[in-house]
Nanobody
Framework: QVQLVESGGGLVQAGGSLRLSCVASGDTFTDYAMGWFRQAPGKGREFVAAIDWSGDGTLYADSVKGRFTISRDNDKATVYLQMNSLKPEDTAVYYC????????????????RGQGTQVTVSS
């Protein structure tokens, strides 16, 4: 079992930056690939980024490639999402997710998900 707690969301102007954090507890952190999903109002949940257990492998949605960076600190059992050049269409609740499989974590079949943190980008 893994518990995930996100933080770092907030209100920012277009073009600004935010860094989201997700602290994991429970099972061994390095057993898990980690990722981020988001859900905008009235839309389905969509994949944003994923990272393998070592941090060497990363994957991004086309909509955020070049603007967002996912990273992890295994000593702190924390995964981060650095978001730069934010756009109003990035407004959503952002969820941290975990799965033992790097291939699965970027799909809707991941095993664990946090409660989410709200990101609002004003134009």
């Amino acid at each position: 079992q893994v518990q995930l707690v996100e933080s770092g969301g907030g209100l920012v102007q277009a073009g600004g930056s935010l860094r989201l954090s997700c602290v994991a507890s429970g099972d061994t952190f390095t057993d898990y690939a980690m990722g981020w999903f988001r859900q905008a109002p009235g839309k389905g949940r969509e994949f944003v980024a994923a990272i393998d257990w070592s941090g060497d492998g990363t994957l991004y949605a086309d909509s955020v490639k070049g603007r967002f960076t996912i990273s992890r600190d295994n000593d702190k059992a924390t995964v981060y999402l650095q978001m730069n050049s934010l756009k109003p269409e990035d407004t959503a609740v952002y969820y941290c997710v975990a799965d033992v499989s790097y291939e699965v974590v970027s799909t809707r079949f991941h095993d664990y998900r946090g409660q989410g943190t709200q990101v609002t980008v004003s134009s």
